[in-house]
């Protein structure tokens, strides 16, 4: 396995190469050349192995490894930027564009998610065209399953630039001759495309992930049927959407955790904390709710770097910085407060932050307990004798001007005794749960006008976290996106599920008060990278509304 990782990385880079074969004139001969490298099952096993590993680096920041690069610090978190949940103040200057509404086509990022989708893509495509050509085959099923997961990624990739981009260009195989005249497709033409590829994954991807030759993190079918329902709802077709979210509740593979486990379940915490904690994201640990995790384990061959996922780096607050304070694991390790949580949902309970905010938790709420949202911040510093055990007060300065504390979203603590000053987090990244596939099933009944069904689809959720059950009358798309920010929030990409329920201007204009008379209905997509308009010769490509003409 060690080889096939190290191998994999390389022959993901290849992908690029390859693209250009027509436009250098150039045959490849190195033993990681496609042609070399796709003539058996072990040599997809490396390819997809490596596009496993650039599918991750949706993360990535600067490298270390890691298959591509954004060069950017939190490139996810500009994904939660400019919505309900947070407000970017005095941030890192690559997520200040995002938070203030002033990104423009040159903005890095607006580029390296275009990049890093395409890459993905190509990737994809470049499997899907060897698949086609080999017949050294281990089993006869070999090659539906390499396909299955390929056209997994590529429609996850699509749905990242649909959700960004609107129309862009579908392309579904490798282009050997150089190109400049790209089309932009219509979003529903691509959607559809996307279906097609889920659809066939839920076909013929693994069943069982139990199946003691599946490793963790690899695809399974229940995976692809997770993302098919958002794909359908994206559609509008709430039936289907309906439908597969219900193969995957159904299937008898996963439950909701309800009950304490792993490596801390013998200490003070919930059921809810217990799945944010290190090594507790993969069923090995006794998660019966992952469907699909992102590999980020620490020291470990194929895992995470410090360069990888900076989630905890944009969350967490900069209590080191207050005197008395030093940095622990315990407090979630080294954070720089880049996106902040807002007062209406988190509410201002326990701390001396201006204003009486109720937040939308209930009392009896696991996800607001202590150990999911920490308000009491107490001095650890020993040295300081005078000030060590006693409480620090989160206050309306140390909240908003100086982000030194703040009430803090647990599930991205992360720290390590022996280099408190990391960065990034190793742990393993629950992508798809059995939670938000509850979610999405009620997003499902909304859209086919069964509040009654959507508020009991929310309520298995509600039971877990020992909440009030919702009522058929309280329960709408607020409601339900209220219920997201809840369970999961910093999880989802919150800008997604905004856009997905035709609900992101008036959010933003509702509950986010430095960007309510900012956002306008362009700002619902990002601009295309101007590098893709100016490179697009041969064709004039049509830049989006709001952001300028297309040269």
């Known amino acids: 396995m060690k080889n096939i990782i190290k191998t994999s990385m390389l022959s993901v880079l290849m992908t690029s190469i390859v693209g250009c074969e027509g436009f250098l004139d150039e045959k490849l001969k190195g033993e990681l050349a496609p042609t070399n490298t796709f003539t058996s099952t072990y040599g997809f096993e490396v390819g997809i192995t490596g596009l496993y590993a650039l599918t991750r680096a949706e993360y990535n920041t600067w490298g270390e490894g890691g298959?591509?690069?954004?060069?950017?610090?939190c490139p996810y978190e500009a994904l939660q930027a400019a919505t309900d949940i947070a407000e970017v103040i005095n941030s890192d200057e690559s997520l200040l564009p995002f938070g203030n509404l002033t990104l423009s086509s040159?903005?890095?990022?607006?580029?390296?998610?275009?990049?890093?989708?395409?890459?993905?893509?190509?990737?994809a495509n470049l499997i899907l065209d060897h698949s086609e050509k080999n017949n050294n085959w281990d089993t006869p099923k070999d090659k539906e399953r390499f396909q299955a997961e390929a056209r997994f990624f590529r429609a996850y990739a699509y749905r990242y630039l649909v959700y960004l981009y609107g129309d862009v260009p579908y392309v579904d195989k490798i282009m050997y001759d150089f190109q400049l005249n790209f089309t932009r497709n219509p979003k529903e033409e691509v959607l559809a495309k996307a279906v097609e590829d889920l659809?066939?994954?839920?076909?013929?991807?693994?069943?069982?992930?139990?199946?003691?030759?599946?490793?963790?993190?690899?695809?399974?079918k229940w995976a692809a049927y997770h993302l098919l329902s958002e794909m359908y709802l994206m559609q509008k077709k709430y039936e289907q959407a309906e439908a597969a979210a219900l193969k995957v509740i159904n299937?008898?593979?996963?439950?909701?955790?309800?009950?304490?486990?792993?490596?801390?379940?013998?200490?003070?915490?919930d059921v809810f904390s217990d799945m944010?904690?290190?090594?507790?994201?993969?069923?090995?640990?006794?998660?019966?709710?992952?469907?699909?995790?992102?590999?980020?384990?620490?020291?470990?061959?194929?895992?995470?770097?410090?360069?990888?996922?900076?989630?905890?780096?944009?969350?967490?607050?900069?209590?080191?910085?207050?005197?008395?304070?030093?940095?622990?694991?315990?407090?979630?390790?080294?954070?720089?407060?880049?996106?902040?949580?807002?007062?209406?949902w988190i509410g201002t309970k326990g701390t001396n932050a201006d204003g009486d905010v109720a937040g939308i938790f209930d009392n009896k709420d696991i996800r607001n307990s202590e150990y999911n949202i920490?308000?009491?911040?107490?001095?650890?510093?020993?040295?300081?004798?005078?000030?060590?055990?006693?409480?620090?007060?989160?206050?309306?300065?140390?909240?908003?001007?100086?982000?030194?504390?703040?009430?803090?979203?647990?599930?991205?603590?992360?720290?390590?005794?022996?280099?408190?000053?990391?960065?990034?987090?190793?742990?393993d990244r629950m992508k798809f749960r059995l939670a938000e596939t509850y979610l999405l099933l009620a997003e499902a009944y909304l859209g086919q006008n069964k509040p009654d069904k959507a508020a009991d689809a929310v309520n298995e959720v509600r039971k877990r976290a020992g909440a009030p059950q919702v009522t058929t009358a309280e329960m709408d798309?607020?409601?339900?996106?209220?219920?997201?920010?809840?369970?999961?929030?910093?999880?989802?990409?919150?800008?997604?599920?905004?856009?997905?329920?035709?609900?992101y201007i008036d959010r933003v204009k509702k509950y986010n008060n430095k960007l309510k008379d900012t956002v306008k209905e362009h700002h619902a997509l990002w601009p295309i990278p101007q590098s893709i308009i100016d490179s697009n010769r041969d064709v004039v490509f049509p830049q989006n509304p709001g952001y300028g003409s297309a040269n």
């Open 276 to 344: 944010f904690l290190e090594n507790n994201q993969n069923r090995k640990s006794g998660n019966t709710e992952s469907i699909w995790v992102l590999q980020f384990e620490f020291n470990t061959v194929g895992g995470g770097t410090n360069s990888d996922d900076w989630t905890r780096r944009a969350w967490n607050p900069m209590y080191f910085s207050v005197t008395g304070f030093t940095l622990a694991d315990s407090l979630g390790g080294r954070g720089l407060a880049q996106i902040l949580p807002m007062k209406w």
């Open 374 to 427: 920490k308000r009491n911040w107490y001095y650890n510093d020993v040295s300081n004798t005078s000030l060590y055990g006693k409480k620090c007060n989160i206050t309306e300065a140390t909240w908003f001007t100086n982000k030194h504390l703040f009430p803090a979203i647990t599930k991205f603590f992360y720290g390590r005794e022996e280099n408190l000053g990391l960065t990034g987090s190793y742990k």
């Open 106 to 123: 040159s903005t890095s990022i607006v580029g390296s998610y275009w990049t890093w989708a395409y890459s993905v893509i190509s990737s």
């Open 67 to 73: 298959a591509f690069m954004h060069n950017k610090a």
């Open 251 to 269: 299937c008898g593979h996963y439950q909701l955790n309800k009950k304490r486990y792993g490596v801390a379940k013998e200490q003070p915490g």
């Open 477 to 503: 798309m607020d409601y339900l996106l209220d219920e997201r920010i809840r369970e999961l929030v910093g999880e989802e990409v919150r800008r997604f599920t905004l856009v997905r329920t035709g609900k």
């Open 199 to 220: 659809e066939f994954a839920t076909e013929f991807l693994p069943e069982n992930p139990d199946d003691g030759n599946l490793k963790e993190g690899k695809l399974t």
